[in-house]
């Protein structure tokens, strides 16, 4: 099993659709919880932290359920914009170190379209 | 615009060939990162430093040898690549105190084609 699987996609929206990611992570003693967007031949770029609270940035919500392990992410009223890969990334407990060692998920790619 | 600054963007080198990345973050950031992504696939860890410290290598051949000069620069010396190694090398930077949240910064990368 991979540490961070995450729906293989891709997703193909129009306009205005509302679309949702989810993830699932193997480690139960990980300790933080990212999105992450990457454009074509660019860097990632950190998109927001995600909390057992869940937690809303503008058209973004993201939400952790640490009982079952699971990370989603909610995009509202998609714009043409947020055409990009999807990454869920998960801190594992390694110690001392663990803030080092991020875990990637393989990504989901979104299209959106007029 | 990225805060953490990576030289050269492209980058075309024979097996043969020594040359070295160059990574450089103005954030005050004491936590820096080299991660490795081939096509179509997740960003890898390679090294992390630490105040200067190398505090992780993820088992990552000879061939690749990380430096930190100060708190503000890292280099990737590389030495007898293989075509395979050809990838996007991303530089990263974070605060560096432990904490969990810890949130990382990414240099927008060197694409490395190894001929």
């Known amino acids: 099993r991979k540490e961070v699987e995450q729906d293989p996609g891709p997703f193909n929206v129009p306009e205005g659709a509302t679309v949702a990611f989810n993830c699932t992570y193997s480690?139960?003693?990980?300790?933080?919880f990212f999105w992450y967007r990457q454009d074509c031949r660019k860097e990632p770029k950190l998109l927001m932290s995600?909390?057992?609270s869940g937690n809303e940035d503008g058209r973004f919500t993201a939400q952790l359920n640490r009982a079952s392990q699971y990370i989603s992410l909610l995009i509202r009223d998609s714009k043409l914009s947020d055409s990009a890969t999807y990454l869920c990334?998960?801190?594992?407990?390694?110690?001392?170190?663990?803030?080092?060692?991020?875990?990637f998920g393989q990504g989901t790619i979104l299209t959106v379209h007029p | 615009d990225t805060e953490v600054t990576q030289t050269p963007k492209h980058l075309v080198m024979g097996m043969t060939n020594k040359k070295s990345l160059k990574c450089e973050q103005h954030?005050?950031?004491?936590?820096m990162y080299w991660y490795k992504q081939k096509a179509k696939k997740p960003p890898e860890l390679m090294f992390v430093?630490?105040?200067?410290?190398?505090?992780i290598n993820e088992s990552v051949p000879s061939r690749f040898s990380p430096e930190c000069p100060n708190s503000s620069l890292l280099n990737l010396h590389l030495h007898a690549l293989q075509p395979e190694d050809s990838a996007l090398y991303l530089c990263?930077?974070?605060?560096?105190?432990?904490?969990?949240?810890?949130?990382?910064?990414f240099g927008s990368g060197t694409q490395l084609s190894v001929l």
């Open positions: 990334v998960v801190n594992g407990n390694a110690g001392g170190t663990s803030y080092g060692k991020l875990t």
């Open positions: 954030m005050g950031h004491r936590a």
């Open positions: 995600v909390y057992s």
């Open positions: 480690n139960s003693a990980s300790q933080s």
């Open positions: 430093y630490s105040y200067e410290k190398l505090s």
């Open positions: 990263a930077s974070s605060q560096g105190r432990g904490s969990a949240d810890e949130k990382l910064f």
